[in-house]
Nanobody
Framework: QVQLVESGGGLVQSGGSLRLSCAASGSVRIYAMGWYRQVAGKQRELVAIISSGGTTTYAGSAKGRFTISRDNAKNTVYLQLNSLKPEDTAVYYC???????WGQGTQVTVSS
């Protein structure tokens, strides 16, 4: 069983940046990894995916502003958030893509 722990969230002004990390308790090199986000009262939405080979896919709102990456040696996946907007405010979750393994989430709040 794999545990995922997100970190790096916080409060930032509009236009600012944050780097989220997702540390896995074991090797996840063979898995695609994903970042999702959720606003209270709304459905969780996909932000980005990175395959085991490093191929990346982004939701429209993330393209050009967010970057997903992974360090298999550290069993960690990252999400670099740039040019943040108030509408990016949400709890961000990482997951072993396509599985029921999720982290507990990290709050990102962007002030205008």
């Amino acid at each position: 069983q794999v545990q995922l722990v997100e970190s790096g969230g916080g409060l930032v002004q509009s236009g600012g940046s944050l780097r989220l990390s997702c540390a896995a308790s074991g090797s996840v090199r063979i898995y695609a990894m994903g970042w999702y986000r959720q606003v209270a009262g709304k459905q969780r939405e996909l932000v980005a995916i990175i395959s085991s080979g490093g191929t990346t896919t982004y939701a429209g709102s993330a393209k050009g502003r967010f970057t997903i990456s992974r360090d298999n040696a550290k069993n960690t996946v990252y999400l670099q958030l740039n040019s943040l907007k108030p509408e990016d405010t949400a709890v961000y979750y990482c997951t072993l893509y396509g599985t029921n393994y999720w982290g507990q989430g990290t709050q990102v709040t962007v002030s205008s």
